[in-house]
């Protein structure tokens, strides 16, 4: 399951490891169809990684800080530096491929 992210979790959530972060907003189509395939990246990844989302309605301090400007968007972080970023809907397969070798 994608864990929610906003200024109080963020920095300790990216800070070790592998965090992949999507940026959205519940008005946005292209994001709803984002969301599942989030869940299923979730899933099989496991253990291996964080999946977080970050709602730029109620975060815009940190939807700006990343440049966020158009959503979806899709940031992979490693121990706090970002390894990615995708504008657009994913694939799964290829959010797992990233991921692992981010891993």
């Known amino acids: 399951m994608a864990k929610i992210l906003g ?16 940026f959205w907003a519940e008005w946005c189509g292209p994001c709803r169809m984002q969301l599942p ?17 970050i709602n730029v309605d109620h975060e815009l301090e940190l939807a700006q800080r990343f440049g ?6 899709l940031i992979l972080f490693k121990d706090g530096e970002i390894v990615d970023k995708m504008v657009g809907v994913q694939a799964k397969e290829t959010l797992v491929d990233k991921i692992n070798n981010a891993l």
């Open 7 to 22: 200024k109080d979790n963020f920095n300790d959530t990216i800070a070790n490891g592998v965090t992949l972060v999507d």
């Open 37 to 53: 395939i989030l869940e299923e990246v979730s899933e099989e990844i496991g253990e291996k990684a964080t999946v977080g989302k």
């Open 68 to 73: 966020v400007q158009s959503i979806p968007t």
